[in-house]
């Protein structure tokens, strides 16, 4: 390896990539462990970004001919019904990941940390801009698709993504120490007055 030091795990994280992503399932399905599973999601999503973006399809309509396909064959009616436990476990699991998130982003705004505060201003930045360029439909289509795929290729080549991302990491350490001394210490600075109390 080059001389950047040890590589750590990407984003400091101490446990396996599969009990990351909350083990179980989805993890199944997020790192290709379900295969049958992971492609019929991945085709779906391809399929409805086809039916709305190339075939131009409203989404009314499409609601509408899978609600009249699904009546006109009344057994799959029977194994679609889901159970009362398994509509709680959704919408219990659909409630604490949205309260998580809102007690993420209170922690942020509060500016408890102000290196993720600055870092999470940049992303929702350059999120916008690049959701300005190209329509709402495919920035979903765009985002489900590294959603479905992105975790497979990091587990597949982790070790070599760890390296790659400490030795960006080092490298932005050492521009940043390099602009600090260069540029940021050369900016004259006023005297600083004693508050009087």
């Not at 399905?29 to 973006?53: K, M």
């Not at 495919?138 to 489900?144: P, Q, R």
Request: hydrophobic share 45%.
């Amino acid at each position: 390896m080059d001389n950047y030091g040890p590589p750590g795990k990407l984003f400091g994280r101490q446990r396996p990539i599969h009990s990351a992503l909350g083990g179980g399932k989805v993890a199944d399905v997020l790192l290709w462990r379900d295969t049958r599973v992971s492609a019929v999601i991945l085709i779906g999503i391809g399929a409805i970004w086809f039916l709305f973006e190339v075939v131009e399809y409203n989404l009314v309509t499409l609601l509408c001919h899978v609600i009249i396909t699904t009546m006109l064959n009344p057994p799959n009616i029977r194994k679609i019904t889901l159970q009362d436990s398994t509509a709680k476990y959704i919408a219990s699991t659909i409630h604490t990941k949205f309260n998580h998130f809102l007690s993420r982003i209170l922690y942020v705004g509060s500016g408890n940390d102000p290196k993720l505060f600055v870092l999470t201003i940049v992303s929702l930045w350059i999120i916008s801009v690049i959701g300005s360029s190209i329509n709402s439909l495919n920035l979903l289509f765009f985002g489900l698709l590294c959603l479905e795929t992105l975790p497979f290729m990091y587990e597949k080549y982790e070790d070599e993504v760890d390296h790659l991302a400490y030795k960006l990491s080092w490298q932005m350490k050492n521009f940043y120490k390099m602009l600090d001394a260069e540029i940021l210490e050369k900016i004259p600075r006023g005297p600083v007055k004693a508050k009087n109390n």
